[in-house]
């Protein structure tokens, strides 16, 4: 899916704009039972619970592609026959009416997922979208669908306990401490199936969402979709850096890591300029190349390129957002964190002065010292006392 893709099924979960007629779900609490099931019609709730659902399925679509969205790819053996596909195209193709798929979805996810003790509401709704034409001028001419496309959104939340508070109770005329029992959070987990690429369904793909990037709950994933789980955010980029250190050994200087950081930051800021709604990727052979034009031997690229294999399987297409962190620029010494605007990452320089390794980093105006503007030169001496 791309970013244009995601945001037209975002648009949907408006009062208005989707044609969601139910919301199905059960509340879990920490010992995996059922408290309670929610089987509720949208038209009879009231406006304000309408969009409270609908904002809370929503996030479950929210976030960056690559990091916190992931495409799930089921096999064609999977899509042709296997417990996990049936089980999610029943729960699509039945609208979510039948209630025996929802039972064996929701004992699934119960059994495989642990969310640090919380409580936690499972929320599932279906949809059908008549996907409007897209014209040449890429606007959308919603009396010209192309095609039906039906899908199942769900959202995991946790469920908290509130906090007490401050509240005024018209009867006494006066304020006491009150507290709502439990709280619905934001989804920690959710995800969409069939996914919607090329403006149309994918059976052979889901699209997983995780709150946290480093925590994709692989657990959760081998039990509602049983396939490889993806490598997340944090461990791609802690794999990056491990093919770094095993490929380049002691030329894995700060010169190397500056080059690749600014150049990839350049990948990204050039996508982002052209609106390209496909997520950016490269290829290891184009990291590589960097290393190459850095100045190291054809054999340090070659041992990368080789170590990346290794860690993400050959022909790897890798995503620069994952790799680094395009807002910061960090050198940690043993005594010392120096922190720079990543565009000005060049200001560093190394030197060796009397056999001693040093950071070298022009001061210029504006040095504080604690908050506390201070100068920067030569130290005063004392004065020497006059002669007799």
Not at 221 to 234: G, K, N, R
Request: proline content about 5%; overall charge negative; some cysteine.
């Amino acid at each position: 899916m791309t970013a244009k893709e995601l945001s037209e099924l975002r648009r949907r979960f408006r009062p208005e704009k989707n044609a969601i007629s139910r919301i199905y779900g059960c509340y879990v609490n920490t010992n995996k039972q059922v408290i309670s099931y929610l089987d509720e019609s949208l038209g009879q709730m009231p406006q304000e619970e309408v969009e409270k659902y609908l904002t809370l399925l929503k996030k479950s679509l929210s976030g960056t592609l690559g990091r916190n969205l992931i495409d799930i790819v089921f096999s064609t053996q999977q899509v042709a026959d296997s417990p996990e596909h049936k089980l999610l195209s029943q729960l699509r193709q039945s609208g979510l009416k039948d209630a025996e798929a929802r039972e064996q979805f929701y004992q699934t996810v119960i059994n495989s997922l642990d969310l640090e003790e919380s409580n936690y509401l499972i929320l599932l709704a279906h949809d059908t979208y008549d996907v409007p034409h897209k014209g040449k001028d890429d606007e959308l001419q919603a009396d010209a669908s192309d095609q039906v496309y039906t899908y199942i959104v769900c959202a995991i939340c946790p469920v908290k306990d509130g906090k007490l508070e401050l509240g005024f109770f018209s009867g006494d005329n006066e304020f006491h401490s009150c507290m709502a029992n439990q709280i619905v959070t934001p989804p920690e987990l959710g995800f969409l199936f069939p996914a919607f690429d090329d403006r149309a369904a994918n059976l052979y793909n889901a699209l997983l969402y995780a709150r946290k990037p480093d925590q994709l709950h692989q657990e959760f994933i081998d039990a509602v979709f049983h396939t490889e789980p993806p490598m997340s955010a944090a461990e791609q980029k802690e794999a990056f850096r491990t093919a770094l250190l095993d490929g380049l050994e002691e030329d894995c200087t700060i010169q190397v890591v500056q080059a690749i950081h600014e150049q990839l930051r350049d990948k990204l800021q050039q996508h982002k300029e052209s609106k390209n709604p496909e997520q950016l990727q490269v290829s290891v052979q184009e990291i590589g190349d960097i290393l190459l034009d850095c100045g190291l031997s054809p054999e340090r690229a070659d041992a990368f390129r080789q170590a990346c294999e290794t860690h993400f399987g050959t022909g790897a297409a890798l995503s620069p957002d994952n790799l680094i962190d395009s807002k910061k620029f960090e050198i940690k010494t043993a005594d010392a964190t120096v922190q720079l605007d990543p565009d000005r990452s060049y200001l560093v320089e190394t030197r060796v002065i009397d056999g001693q390794k040093y950071l070298l980093l022009p001061a210029g105006e504006g040095v504080e010292v604690n908050g506390l503007s201070v100068g920067v030169g030569a130290v005063p001496q004392p004065a020497q006392p006059e002669e007799v």
